[in-house]
């Protein structure tokens, strides 16, 4: 089982940015697709983006591409998501995710199946 812990979260301005991190420990990091998800109160947990084993396919919400890139450091088994010009919308605690396959074949939460237990972030107007 992998062991995954966010951290980078924080309380941001409208338009400010923040990295995101996450730490895999356990399993062989290079082998497994990784994701960020997130959960605003009151709703459901949705996609935010993925990277396959490579690192070079990289899929996206629609609604955040442009604005959020992820990225992994494979000597550091980090997996990041730098996000820019950040909305208010964009609070929620967010999520890291192993896919226990080396591809992205599916962006729902049940498509992983290694959590950490989420970094808070807020922006605010």
């Known amino acids: 089982q992998m062991q995954l812990v966010e951290s980078g979260g924080g309380l941001v301005q409208a338009g400010g940015s923040l990295r995101l991190s996450c730490v895999a420990s356990g399993r062989t990091f290079s082998r497994f697709a990784m994701s960020w998800f997130r959960q605003a109160p009151g709703k459901e947990r949705e996609f935010v983006a993925a990277l396959d084993w490579s690192g070079i396919n990289k899929y996206y919400a629609d609604s955040l591409k442009g604005r959020f890139t992820i990225s992994r450091e494979y000597g550091k088994n980090t997996v990041s998501l730098q996000m820019n010009s950040l909305k208010p919308e964009d609070t929620a605690v967010y999520y890291c995710?192993?896919?226990?396959?080396?591809?992205?074949?599916?962006?729902?939460?049940?498509?992983?199946?290694?959590w950490g237990p989420g970094t808070q972030v807020t922006v605010s107007s």
């Open positions: 995710a192993l896919r226990p396959s080396p591809v992205v074949s599916g962006t729902t939460p049940a498509d992983f199946d290694s």
